[in-house]
């Protein structure tokens, strides 16, 4: 049951997480595939498909009339699957304005229809659109454009749900469309996406093969497209706008329908499951849609097998406790409207139960080519009972009957909870905690309120030994669009020794330079040289780090704001970084988008000690032995009570680690620093800072004690791997981690993209390693180590 349990848990982790963020990285890795596109009109026949459309069909002739594309190359088709309610009768009045009508005298479905009149069509190109999709006035040429590339067999649009209510189904499907497009990009990046939509897509004429009565077209026949060799593709400009089907019921029906169809075609189109035709496709077919589709079986044994495995703990539950459970579980299908969340997990159950009874539908051959509308003889479209809640009820009571019945717990070995418990934590600091700051950046966001603003301010620029570069530093900083009389300019010299103090001297009066003898290290000179500033604000730059034009000003205009203490800017690296580029570039993007993330939510926690602005009143100095200054000095400000935040367009550039050597001190230096801030006061977070106790630990104590949990998990995965085949199979993954890591010390190797990322994560964890064994014995001295230095202006 334990192992039942893992395996369904990390299915599913895979399916709605592993798979999105297994595309981005294989994009990342390969480069995105383009879609050449071209501003082409070619013949189109647009088809639509109807079965008791009068509500709707109206409307949706209205709008394909009106669409921008040439007349005299748009042909338009309805297909009626013998409709009785007037459908036939409102399309024929169109009749003297092109519009066709090709009537089904017998039900037979849509695929029948389509099969029917695709040999009439006119088009070179045929799009395919329901009746209740309304296209926006572009939607063809957006489509269209994309068949210039000549590998494009298949091209799919955006559909769009209206807000239109906020039952289960309405936001449920919402959501789950949101997610759906960012597979399609990524598909569409990596080389094809997994089916269409048949509200909107295209497809060249001439590759279209008559389908099985009881096929889904929009799936089986871009499948078919895909296995002849053509690419299927993602256009995210071409939109049209249905709404939901906002009954629970309904939705649940329709996904039946669709998976007992797609299961099926799947199969009748078996080359797309052989990588050796199709390539990365057959991964994603599996990954995007098998499994998809199996998800409700891996959620009904994790739940049986959780229920069995943990029982035991539970058998004092009171019966009273179960019979809540079964309450709750009915109040949430009896009210008209829920919040989000909950419709959220409405959906997901509605739908996983759906996928499963589809499943079984198309493997015993009880597949319908048919379909009805909840528009159908003014079907009301907001019931929300679910199917699925009788299930969800059952369920529910199985497992409480299961808890009272006490099955016993094996708790597993002392080695199995390390490294289950190191994987865990590994987990929640790579995948967990960037999933709760998207979910807490929707429902609990906190916008920075930013207004042209002009304070006094001081560029302070702590600097040792910066003779190569200084010079074009300060001429970066005179360039700066901001008010000369407003605008101070510091350069504190830390001992240097070199022609840095004689060249700033050559700046005065414009740039005032204090000398400090002997050198001590950074945070020092900041202490004593901001006692000197009388400026407003003070922005801390490092020498090598050069400014764009505005970036003052961005920065200073988040201060309008009175709750921010301190902004942090974009440093971008660039320079010729062959070494490490595309990894370190992956690192700093989700860095980015970390620290974007949780100042949307409230603070970050650090700052780019590269490029940060703070209001010279809260200013505290830290400790003159003080690594990370970055860290102390920000936290601070959340001491006080204000928000530390992120200014994207506040963008600085600088040299990238022009070695691996020099990306593996610095971050040896980073993590010696974490290791001593959190060992001090500086580090203390008031309780009521709740965002920021959070983010404190899950984005910089987690990572930074990463090492040691991956290196726990690794151990015991060979301690383990003679008794189970799961701890064998994680061995040997994380055996070839390594090795791939080791291999990436050689600089030709490191030229395969995925040796380099393996080289790229070794290295930043063993950095981290000898950074918590130089933190924990104090070996890490407060000044920094500094590499040759090249103008990032001028790379």
Known sequence: MSAL???????????????????????WARGPRLVRRAPIAPDVTLVISAYNEAAVIRKKIDNALALDYPAGRLEIVVVSDASDDGTDEIVEQYSKQGVRLLRQRERRGKTSGLNAVLPTARGEIVVFSDANAIYEEDALRMLVRNFADPDVGCVTGEARYLQSGNTIADAGERLYWAYEMQIKRLETALGSMVGGDGAIYAIRKALWQPLPENAINDFLNPLQIVAAGWRAVYEPEAV?????????????RRRVRIVSRSWRAVFQAGSVLNPLRVGYFAWSIVSHKVLRWMSGAFVAAAVVAGTISFGGALQAMPSAVAMAV??????????????????????????????????????????????????????????????????????????????????????GTPTEWVFWGSISVLAYTYAGYPLILSMLKKVAPRPVRRRYTEPSVCLFIAAHDEGEIIMAKLHNALALDYPAERLQIVVASDGSTDRTSAIARTFAPRVQLLEFQPRRGKIAVINDGIKSVTTDIVVLSDANTFLEPDAVRALVQCFADPTVGAVSGDVMLVGKRADLARSEDLYYWYERWAQHSESAIGSMIGVDGALYAIRRELFVPPADDTILDDMAIPMAVIRAGYRVVFEPMARAYEQGSASALEEFSRKIRVTAGAVQFLARFDSAVPFGAWQSMLSLFSHKALRWLSPVFGTSAFVASLLLAGSSASYALAAIVQSAILLFGIAGCVPLLRRNSVVALMHYFCLVQAAAGVGLFRGLSGGQSVRWRRFSRVPAELT
């Open 326 to 411: 079964v309450v709750a579980v009915l109040a949430l299908f009896s009210f008209r409207a829920v919040r989000r969340p909950v419709a959220l997990i409405g959906y997901f159950t509605a739908i996983n139960a759906a996928s499963l009874v589809g499943m079984v539908y198309g493997s015993l051959g009880r597949v319908s080519g048919v379909w009805s509308t909840p528009r159908e003889h003014g079907v009301p479209a907001r019931r929300t009972t679910l199917p699925a809640g009788h299930m969800l009820v059952g369920a529910a009571v199985l497992a409480f009957g299961a808890i009272a019945a006490g099955y016993r717990v094996d708790i």
């Open 240 to 252: 049209c706008f249905e709404e939901t089907t906002g009954a629970a019921r309904a939705e649940y």
């Open 5 to 27: 349990l893992v395996i369904s848990l990390g299915a599913l982790a895979y399916i709605y997480v592993g798979y999105l963020v297994a595309l981005r990285l294989l994009v």
